[in-house]
């Protein structure tokens, strides 16, 4: 028997706006990493905000939690429904671009519009939305906010949170918050729209944001630098901060075992050292200063380092190319069988002393594994990975893998996500190792906001 709130959704809003087909409903239902698979009653997918409202009323009469999805590529579980009580609400039809303002350097988009476009937007305003991730075709402004996704230029213009002005949500008890402005300055006690930023879909259904915009760049530079060791790396992070800080948008590490595992499995992404490092480092430079004047600032950079080699890019192609070799290895990884991903977060001096004692504890513990490292160091992100044999007990590799690097980051004052958030996946983990107050104040706030926990329940907390 169809449930009374399908019935009643369907009578109030256009057949698009409900999916109940299981075929359409099946690559909604896994997550981006394969671990879950789970079932919904149904997806609505509402294209206004009112919609939105209306099906958060009557989820909250039928007392049917609700999972937010937009793009489905979040690394932490937390966009998958997991049972069929649970109504899946995807952003899809809340595609518009409501206002660019050029002048005022923001803009107004819905929370399905993709990374992709909103940056194609900008652009053509001449404009900068400088968030970039290698989902950037998929991932949507709403998963983007829920997430406080962060990616390849957060050293240089900050993650999502540095980048939301407002949003417009629809709240728990169905009422929209409409928060939206393109206000750069305004101080005016709580600030909602950072509540909801990193909040996972737990406090509401995020319809759509107000964003920052920046000047275009005119120019960029490109360069891959192999380096002895993560201590060098440093060095040079340091120096390039020192020298170039104004225009340093990259500094992304790659591992030995990262250049091995591309070479491996993306052997068509050309390799610039022979044989490889240790270690390599990609740093971008970009600003208001043409491409000939950042190349020369970033090969002046690079002739005063201590480098063991240097490849500078000269044109887009070659500056693809090095790109690839970075964003491709969790692709790599994938294709080269099971594999555990890290998310530490990291006080940017101690990346190296971690890295080293990280590789000691995972020889000890899990002498099977491989550590697969890269990440954004600039950030103080590393993605501490772990190749494992194709008949490894991943379960029992994860559980180990956790206790040992988790406690290890605690000893270095990091913590146990930079980026991907907790999810389904690291709600243990935060209940373990997070301060309790602090885990108390989370949930008495979700108590406040959503006292019938109808929004993503199972998820970060
Ligand atoms: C190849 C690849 C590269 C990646 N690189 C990076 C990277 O460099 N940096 C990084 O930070 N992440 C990265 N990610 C992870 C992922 O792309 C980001 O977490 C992204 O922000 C998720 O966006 P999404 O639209 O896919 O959200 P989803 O996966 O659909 O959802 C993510 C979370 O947001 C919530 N949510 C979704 N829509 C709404 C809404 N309308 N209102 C309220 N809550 C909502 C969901 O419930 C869920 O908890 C990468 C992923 C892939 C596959």
């Not at 959704?9 to 789970?38: F, I």
Request: with cysteine; proline share 5%.
């Amino acid at each position: 028997m169809t449930h009374p709130l399908l019935a009643e959704l369907a009578a109030q809003l256009p057949a698009s706006a409900l999916v109940t087909d299981p075929e359409k409903l099946a690559p909604r239902l896994v997550d981006e990493r394969r671990k879950l698979h789970g079932s919904t009653l149904a997806m609505a997918l509402p294209g206004s905000t009112e919609e939105a409202a209306l099906i958060v009323q009557r989820c909250v009469a039928h007392g049917v939690p609700i999972v937010p999805q937009a793009g489905n590529t979040g690394l932490v579980g937390g966009a998958t429904p997991m049972g069929d009580k649970v109504l899946l609400m995807a952003c899809d039809r809340l595609n518009q671009v409501r206002q660019v303002d050029a002048e005022g350097y923001t803009m107004t988009v819905e929370a399905g519009c993709t990374l992709d476009e909103i940056r194609a937007t900008a652009a053509e305003a001449n404009r900068l939305f400088p968030l970039w991730l290698g989902s950037s075709t998929s991932a949507r402004v709403g998963g983007l906010i829920g997430t406080n996704a962060g990616g390849l230029q957060v050293l240089r213009y900050g993650n999502m949170r540095d980048l939301v002005l407002g949003v417009e949500a629809v709240l728990a008890d169905g009422h929209i918050y409409r928060g939206l402005h393109n206000l750069r300055k305004r101080n005016v006690g709580y600030d909602i729209a950072q509540l909801m930023i990193g909040a996972e879909g737990t406090l509401g259904f995020i319809t759509a944001a107000s964003l920052r915009l920046l000047p275009s760049e005119q120019g960029r530079a490109t360069a891959m630098v192999a380096l002895p060791d993560a201590a060098a790396a440093l060095g040079l992070f340091t120096h390039a901060k020192a020298e170039v800080g104004e225009v340093l948008t990259a500094f992304e590490y790659i591992g030995k075992a990262a250049l091995e595992v591309m070479t491996a499995q993306h052997g068509e992404v050309p390799q610039p050292f022979t044989p490889l490092p240790n270690c390599a480092v990609l740093i971008a430079l970009s600003g208001s200063q043409p491409d000939n004047i950042l190349e020369d600032r970033l090969t002046q950079l690079l002739m005063t380092a201590s480098c063991e080699d240097a490849v500078l890019a000269q044109d887009g192609s070659q500056t693809e190319a090095l790109w690839a070799l970075r964003e491709l290895i969790p692709s790599a990884q994938r294709r080269a069988g099971p594999s555990i991903k890290q998310d530490l977060a990291l006080p940017i001096g101690a990346i190296p002393a971690f890295i080293e004692e990280a590789a000691q504890l995972v020889a000890a513990r899990l002498p099977e594994a491989t550590p697969v490292v890269f990440g954004h160091m600039g950030d103080g992100n590393l993605h501490y990975n772990l190749g494992l044999a194709q008949d490894a007990d991943v379960a029992n590799c994860e559980a180990i893998s956790n206790e040992v690097l988790f406690d290890l980051v605690a000893k270095y004052g990091g913590d146990i996500s930079a980026e991907h958030g907790i999810g389904r996946f690291r709600v243990a983990a935060a209940d373990d190792r997070h301060h309790p107050v602090a885990r108390e104040l989370m949930r008495k706030i979700k108590a406040s906001l959503d006292p019938q926990g109808l929004f993503n329940p199972g998820v970060l907390i």
